[in-house]
């Protein structure tokens, strides 16, 4: 294992339905992201946090909402989800928000909104 | 707008070959240039990475090649092996959070 986990492996949600998705990092880092990976695209940056404060958001929809109760987990809460949603949603963790040396990702959430 | 575009989208190559993988960026502020390795069902994971005051940095079979001029780096594979088959990013950042990846290369080694 990295050292990050993310759960569940693999999520199908109907459009009304709220799910959760869970990152946990046991690597003693200070930020967290989240990633949206479609097929054939570049991994797109969602959300960052450090130290439990999230330092960016890069305009993604209201749907998606973040939270980071403490340096260690982050949690990514869906709702009224549409089909293009659909995708590996990757959890990261960095030394610190300089990423300088590099980062460490969870194994994703396969996420299929039907 | 896509600040890193990597090339080809796929690559075959025969084993003991040489793979080429190549990135260029924009953005002249970049500080940082790491390579990621994927395989199917898992993260991304931190495979090499480079700062642009060097040309090229080895580590064992992975090479970088750096130009800075020209604002493009190259993932080079030598003697390519069935288990580097992956799907590998090139990414780009100023010393901050914020990574920009390239699209990606599946890499395919035939035995």
């Known amino acids: 294992e990295t050292g990050v986990t993310q759960t569940p492996r693999h999520l199908v949600m109907g459009m009304t339905n709220k799910k959760s998705l869970k990152c946990e990092q046991h690597?003693?880092?200070?930020?967290m992201y989240w990633y949206k990976q479609s097929a054939k695209k570049p991994l797109e940056l969602m959300f960052v946090?450090?130290?439990?404060?999230?330092?960016e958001n890069n305009s993604v929809p209201s749907r998606f909402s973040p939270e980071c109760p403490n340096s260690s987990h982050l949690f990514l809460h869906l709702h009224t989800l549409q089909p293009e949603d659909s995708a590996l949603y990757l959890c990261?963790?960095?030394?610190?928000?300089?990423?300088?040396?590099?980062?460490?990702f969870g194994s994703g959430t396969r996420l299929t909104v039907v | 707008q896509q600040q890193v575009k990597q090339s080809p989208q796929s690559l075959i190559v025969q084993k003991g070959g040489i793979s080429i993988i190549n990135c260029a960026y924009e953005n002249t502020a970049f500080d940082y240039f790491p390579w990621y390795q994927q395989f199917p069902g898992k993260g991304p994971a931190l495979l090499i990475a480079i700062r642009p005051d060097v040309s090229e940095k080895k580590e064992g079979r992975f090479t970088i090649s750096f130009n800075k001029s020209a604002k493009q780096f190259s993932l080079h594979i030598m003697d390519s092996q069935p288990g580097d088959s992956a799907t590998y990013f090139c990414?780009?950042?100023?010393?901050?959070?914020?990574?920009?990846f390239g699209a990606g290369t599946t890499v395919t080694v035939r035995a």
């Open positions: 946090y450090s130290l439990e404060e999230r330092v």
């Open positions: 690597l003693g880092h200070n930020a």
């Open positions: 990414a780009a950042s100023r010393n901050d959070y914020k990574l920009s």
């Open positions: 990261a963790s960095s030394q610190d928000v300089t990423g300088a040396y590099g980062y460490t």
